[in-house]
């Protein structure tokens, strides 16, 4: 079994950054690939970014060169720093743990950019 906890969103201007965190439990946190997800109103839930257990990463288009994701097995943490936000990133953003067949979800939370 894994929590998950997400925290670091609020409201940001365009242009600027947040760092998301997921603070999860769990014995084996580091077999887990981790992923942050976000959905916006009226759309579907879409991955944002990913890493696997290596540290592979990969991400969406729409925040190559703009987001990162890190994880901190140590600390049994995985965080997402969103700098140049932009409108289109508001949604609410999940942490999401997977080891096949397993799967978690945090609860999320929300990102808004706006002037």
């Known amino acids: 079994q894994v929590h998950l906890v997400e925290s670091g969103g609020g409201l940001v201007q365009p242009g600027g950054s947040l760092r998301l965190s997921c603070a999860a439990s769990?014995?084996?946190?580091?077999?887990?690939?981790m992923g942050w997800y976000r959905q916006a109103p009226g759309k579907q839930r879409e991955l944002v970014a990913g890493i696997t257990s290596g540290g592979s990463t990969k991400y969406a288009d729409s925040v190559k060169g703009r987001f990162t994701i890190s994880r901190d097995n140590a600390k049994k943490m995985v965080y997402l720093q969103m700098n140049s936000l932009k409108p289109a990133d508001t949604a609410v953003y999940y942490c999401?743990?997977?080891?096949?067949?397993?799967?978690?979800w945090g609860q999320g939370t929300q990102v808004t950019v706006s002037s």
């Open positions: 999401n743990a997977n080891l096949p067949p397993s799967d978690y």
């Open positions: 769990g014995s084996i946190f580091r077999l887990y690939t």
